[in-house]
């Protein structure tokens, strides 16, 4: 391989490997094509491309391909920021263009029609696809007639399957997942799309039917809803794709005769209410099972669907099948985070006149549990114990974590009549041989009343500090008592700290995904949090804490959060 032009003679073998792999699928082309790593180097080219380039597959082959080919309609280099494929390229989307210019190897130009589309090459790699053909000008029959500057149909299946691919795995909601590919394929293969899904107790649902009219998708609800059972051996066409015996063609005849199942009668009235004088259905396939289906239907446009079109619908249909398979297996685990988070975080105990609020949000990008929490109950000398924590990491492992330091906590708490630094010294000493929490952060606090007054004393394990706010909307952080967090494997002692809470006064404890970004310091946020907390000081506790989470989390958080909030009652409220 050459070693101009950018190219990378000890990827030598990766690029042959490419070319054997794609090569032999880019020849079927009836044009030029070459294939891009994530870099922009070329990795496989078809004869198409090397006869209209006038380079050879080994002239080609590991060139960086904007500095090899790109050039304006003058022969002269582009800018990579003002190169059109090259912006196709960074952003991953598809983009097609009627002029264009490459240089062939002689120097001289190539004006060419092309499309350029995001092309999978590995698990965590996305290079892209050329495709592309000689440009004649209108009025111009050089060597015969001129080719059609619409799209081949070649180009429009490519990239329809891309973009496909690229919308459908970019998703785990399974109603997401639904909405692009029904706008996938309307307008632009049909006029009516239809989804079937089969549920986990095998009952059929009709999910999905969409219409275009003047631009615009419109669902028809009337015509969604439950569907009959599938029938064991019916040759109608839904009743096969549903069984996932294959893709079939029907018409309104199809469903005229005497009806063989209820299947039969709904999609007789599909027909009536939609018009469809032409339509097409696959079966949609997960890995282990049969999903459901899609069907593709014309009405306005007047041709009919042939058996030329069921191999791209099955192609869509495939990834369809995976994307469902993925977003169902994401949902399952989703129900399993929410019932566990119920049972893992608690209810609030009652105190006459004392206000409390919890909230707990999940991290966006992971399961419905994580490593922060919060707990209040009652200890045996009437004071409650309140607790603010973060076990490192935010998924079931982390919640377990989480559940066995609370258990360890409460136990603690419960039988030790001491001060909140010795008790949280225990649970330390206790953490590496009772558990498997490596490291976390806490506030373990008591809250007391004595001559009328309420009085929070507490301990802090490397955790943010409380935040107070008073009735007058006065606020500050109570930095004392601070000390090492859990799981350090450090011996050194702890201190505890004493506040008296001032009528009507808001405690508020919280997690570090309240306050951490990674646009801001974490004094950005620890201001922010005070000053919106301060605003809300005489708001109802309930919408305090609602308004303070959406105020106060920064937009590209990407932990879960936990908020424990107490209002102590006016001067004249009841005592524990």
């Not at 429009?156 to 109603?175: C, K």
């Not at 920064?554 to 409220?573: C, I, K, M, S, T």
Request: aromatic share 4%.
């Amino acid at each position: 391989m050459s070693g101009q032009h950018g190219g990378r003679a000890g990827d030598g073998r990766r690029f042959a490997a490419l070319q054997h792999r794609l090569g032999s699928w880019l020849a079927g082309l009836d044009a030029g094509a070459y294939a891009m790593d994530a870099d922009g180097a070329i990795v496989a080219v078809n004869g198409g491309a090397e006869a209209l380039l006038g380079r050879s597959a080994e002239d080609l082959l590991g060139g960086d391909a904007h500095d090899l080919l790109h050039r304006d309609a003058n022969g002269m280099g582009i800018p990579r920021s003002r190169c059109p494929m090259m912006e196709a390229f960074v952003a991953r989307r598809t983009r097609q263009e009627e002029v264009g210019y490459f240089e062939r190897g002689d120097g001289t130009l190539l004006a060419m029609s092309w499309l350029a589309t995001p092309l999978r090459l590995g698990d965590d790699e996305v290079g892209a696809l050329v495709v592309f053909h000689e440009h004649a000008p209108a009025g111009r029959h050089a060597g015969g007639p001129a080719p059609s500057l619409q799209p081949l149909p070649e180009l429009e299946r490519l990239a329809l399957l891309a973009e496909t691919t690229t919308q459908l795995t970019s998703t785990l909601d399974v109603d997401e997942a639904l909405d692009r590919l029904v706008r996938l394929v309307v307008p632009l293969l049909a006029d009516w799309a239809i989804i079937d899904l089969i549920s986990e107790n095998d009952e059929v649902w009709r999910t999905v039917v969409v219409h275009e009219e003047n631009g615009r998708l419109v669902r028809r609800r009337d015509l969604e809803g439950a569907m009959p059972p599938v029938p064991p051996a019916s040759p109608q066409p839904l009743s096969r794709a549903l069984r996932g015996a294959g893709s079939t063609l029907a018409t309104p005849e199809t469903y005229q005769g005497p009806p063989d199942s209820g299947i039969a009668v709904e999609q007789r009235r599909l027909f009536e209410g939609t018009h469809m004088h032409s339509a097409v259905m696959a079966p949609i396939r997960g890995l282990r099972e049969v999903l459901g289906a899609l069907t593709l239907g014309r009405s306005d446009r007047p041709d009919p669907f042939t058996s030329a079109d069921i191999p791209l619908l099955e192609d869509i249909t495939r990834r369809a099948g995976l994307a469902l398979d993925n977003a169902r297996l994401y949902q399952r685990q989703r129900k399993v985070s929410e019932t566990m988070q119920r049972h893992l975080l608690p209810q609030m105990p009652r105190v006459p006149g004392l206000e409390m609020a919890a909230r707990y949000l999940s991290a966006p990008h992971a399961s419905q549990v994580g490593g922060d929490w919060y707990d209040a109950f009652h200890l045996p000398d009437q004071a409650l114990a309140l607790v603010i924590g973060d076990v490192v990491g935010h998924d079931l492992d982390a919640a377990a974590d989480m559940a066995q330091l609370r258990n360890i906590l409460r136990a603690y708490a419960w039988l030790r009549q001491e001060p909140p630094s010795a008790v949280v010294s225990h649970v330390d000493e206790a953490l590496s041989h009772i558990s498997e929490v490596e490291m976390a952060t806490m506030i373990f606090g008591r809250l007391e009343t004595d001559a009328g007054q309420w009085r929070l004393r507490w301990t802090n394990a490397g955790h943010p500090p409380p935040l107070l706010v008073t009735y007058d909307g006065q606020s500050r952080y109570l930095d004392d008592g601070h000390g090492i967090l859990l799981g350090s494997h450090v011996s050194m002692p702890r201190e505890d700290a004493t506040v008296v809470l001032p009528p009507l006064s808001t405690l508020v404890l919280y997690t570090d995904g309240l306050i951490e970004s990674p646009g801001h310091s974490l004094d950005d946020g620890l201001e922010r949090l005070r000053r919106n907390a301060a605003s809300l000081a005489h708001r109802p506790l309930e919408a305090f804490t609602d308004l303070l989470m959406a105020r106060a989390r920064p937009e590209d958080n990407d932990d879960d959060v936990a908020l424990l909030l107490v209002r102590v009652p006016p001067e004249d409220g009841p005592a524990l």
